[in-house]
Every structure is written in structure tokens, then in C-alpha cells.
Nanobody, 115 residues
Framework: QVQLVESGGGLVQAGGSLRLSCAAS????????MGWYRQAPGKERELVAR???????KYADSVKGRFTISRDNAKNTVYLQMNSLKPEDTTVYYC?????????WGQGTMVTVSE
């Protein structure tokens, strides 16, 4: 079955950087869009960044200029380079993939940004 496995989360000081990775396995169809979402306790899951198979990306206003999404189609992997991290970026980040009009989610990886 399809699995998305995230890695790269952790603890970093404000102003620092982290790179998240998400590898998809069990793929039998073409992955269309891939993306990263985040969800803070008590809040709805929100889009962080999304990228099409052709490489067209869009970002939440809150991360524009700080985060960069990229993907490797040959490896079925999506990345999120996060720079100039802020304490308000602290939360769980989830990987998302769209295949044949169905969405798949990873288990999430925690990002903690200290003051």
C-alpha cells in the first residue's frame, strides 16, 4: 500500500534552518501534486507549500521567502527547506500526495523552534 514517510524534523533555534523530506513508497500510479501541511493543537490543518509534478509551487503567505519546496519525481520524494524559522512555525508537519484524485498523508514530523 502507499506510504509516506517524513523525516528531518527536530529542535532548532529561531533563525535556524531545517530540511524536511518525505518519501513515498508502494507507488503504482503517477503522483500529481505533493505538499506540506501543518497543524497546531486545536487548529485546522493548513497548507504550507504545494508543488505540481511539473514543479510549479505555491506557498502560504506566512512562509513565502523563507521556505522552499522541491521534489524528485524519480525518487517519489518531496522536500521542504525551511530557513529563518520562527517560534510560530512550531508544530507538526505533514506530507501529502495526490494520486488518481485520492490524497495520501504521512504520519507527521514535529518541528520545534525555540526563542
Amino acid at each position: 500500500q502507499v506510504q509516506l514517510v517524513e523525516s528531518g524534523g527536530g529542535l532548532v533555534q529561531a533563525g535556524g534552518s531545517l530540511r524536511l523530506s518525505c518519501a513515498a513508497s508502494g507507488i503504482t500510479l503517477v503522483i500529481n501534486d505533493m505538499g506540506w501541511y501543518r497543524q497546531a493543537p486545536g487548529k485546522e490543518r493548513e497548507l504550507v507549500a504545494r508543488i505540481s509534478r511539473a514543479g510549479n509551487a505555491k506557498y502560504a503567505d506566512s512562509v513565502k521567502g523563507r521556505f522552499t519546496i522541491s521534489r524528485d519525481n524519480a525518487k517519489n520524494t518531496v522536500y521542504l527547506q525551511m530557513n529563518s524559522l520562527k517560534p510560530e512555525d512550531t508544530t507538526v508537519y505533514y506530507c501529502n500526495a495526490l494520486m488518481a484524485y485520492r490524497e495520501y498523508w504521512g504520519q507527521g514530523t514535529m518541528v520545534t523552534v525555540s526563542e
